[in-house]
């Protein structure tokens, strides 16, 4: 299970952080990943780590402003989101996939979290 958390609503330049904490599984095997879905728009990825070795992807557009992390020995997985602007408007939901050490795909997640809005007002 995933249980995503830390949304909320925000102006545009400010910062906000989403926790994700996972249970049931061997925390270090996992990829995780965060993906966003805006309203009428396809989930699409943000970023991913491999708590293992801390080995990070983002999507260009955060590149810089957004830093996801992890902390092992609470399997959880952190989205730092700086300098946010209205196009980060979404629900964000963190997912794992087993047995992929790099994707950003949804179809190549197992397991899913709830998602938490953030909503960035101009």
């Known amino acids: 299970q995933l249980q995503a958390s830390g949304g909320g609503l925000v102006q545009a330049g400010d910062s906000l952080s989403l926790s994700c904490i996972t249970s049931?599984?061997?925390?270090?095997?996992?990829?995780m990943g965060w993906f966003r879905q805006a309203p009428g728009k396809a989930r699409e990825f943000v970023a991913y780590i491999l708590p293992n070795n801390g080995a990070t992807f983002y999507r260009d557009s955060v590149k810089g402003r957004f830093t996801i992390s992890s902390d092992n020995a609470k399997n959880t997985v952190y989205l730092q989101m700086g300098t946010l602007s209205p196009d980060d408007t979404a629900v964000y939901h963190c997912?794992?996939?087993?047995?992929?050490?790099?994707?950003?795909?949804?179809?190549?997640?197992?397991?899913w979290g709830q998602g938490t809005q953030v909503t960035v007002s101009s």
């Open positions: 997912a794992a996939a087993i047995g992929i050490a790099h994707s950003a795909h949804p179809r190549d997640y197992r397991y």
């Open positions: 049931g599984r061997a925390f270090g095997s996992m990829l």
